[in-house]
């Protein structure tokens, strides 16, 4: 069986996608905030039907990269969590996603 060389190349380049961002639940939390300037944390957990304590778990992660923002604030008595993207998460998503299509388009259909 042959191999196709560019192909390979292509494929090798997986190896330095942003292992932080390629995690499925991650992914879609960057995915949603990339679209919005900014979404609560009510909304997240409904829009990714993660558990309150695993998104939280994965917002930490993503805020310790330097990836998302948060802010915490009261409204009323309740908390209230917004998140958003930084300019270095959305570099990082916009990153991965070129990534992603360039390996993608050299696979044969």
């Known amino acids: 069986m ?3 060389q560019g192909g390979d190349d292509e494929l090798q380049s997986l190896t330095d996608v942003d292992k932080l961002v390629h995690e499925p639940a991650r992914l879609m939390i960057l995915a949603y905030l990339y679209v919005v300037e900014s979404a609560d944390f009510v909304f997240l957990v409904r829009q ?3 558990t309150w304590g695993n998104l939280s778990a994965h917002i930490s ?3 310790a ?3 998302v ?3 915490k604030e009261f409204v009323g008595k309740k908390p209230h969590t917004m998140l958003s ?3 270095d998460g959305r570099e990082a998503f916009r990153s991965y996603r ?3 299509k360039r390996v993608l388009d050299t696979l044969p259909d």
């Open 48 to 50: 990714t039907d993660l």
């Open 85 to 87: 993207l930084t300019a």
């Open 2 to 4: 042959a191999r196709n």
């Open 69 to 71: 923002e948060v802010k």
């Open 98 to 100: 070129q990534s992603m």
């Open 61 to 63: 992660k993503l805020e």
């Open 65 to 67: 990269a330097g990836y």
